[in-house]
Nanobody, 127 residues
Framework: VQLQASGGGLVQAGGSLRLSCAVSGRTFSQSTIGWFRQAPGKEREFVAAIRWASRHTYYGDFVKGRFTISRDGAQPRTTINLQMNSLEPDDTALYYC???????????????????WGQGTLVTVSS
């Protein structure tokens, strides 16, 4: 399984970024793909996730309608996008994508439940 995250960068507060995660090397019919972030000195935090088959989406409480997760492509390769709008300095972090199968609802927001991770892409929001 390969996950390649991209799209990070430096943006001013109020701006937007679109992160992408290219996932390949597996089938996705039972998969949930998630985005997490980790700021310096903080724990890894759930951002958003999408069920590949149903396209059901889930968001962290802090998102408050600013981010949208979506998917493109077909098996065995898919791209998971995270559109981030109205960015704030507190959104500064390393953003990771992750995937795993058969996640129950209570596990989707738990980083430890995901077995496959990408390398991360850095998002910096200046004030």
């Amino acid at each position: 399984v390969q996950l390649q995250a991209s799209g990070g960068g430096l943006v001013q507060a109020g701006g937007s970024l679109r992160l992408s995660c290219a996932v390949s090397g597996r089938t996705f019919s039972q998969s949930t793909i998630g985005w997490f972030r980790q700021a310096p000195g903080k724990e890894r935090e759930f951002v958003a996730a999408i069920r590949w088959a149903s396209r059901h989406t889930y968001y962290g409480d802090f998102v408050k309608g600013r981010f949208t997760i979506s998917r493109d492509g077909a098996q065995p390769r898919t791209t998971i996008n995270l559109q981030m709008n109205s960015l704030e300095p507190d959104d500064t972090a390393l953003y990771y994508c992750a995937v795993d199968d058969h996640l129950i609802l209570s596990s989707i927001r738990q980083a430890k439940e995901y077995g496959y991770w990408g390398q991360g892409t850095l998002v910096t929001v200046s004030s």
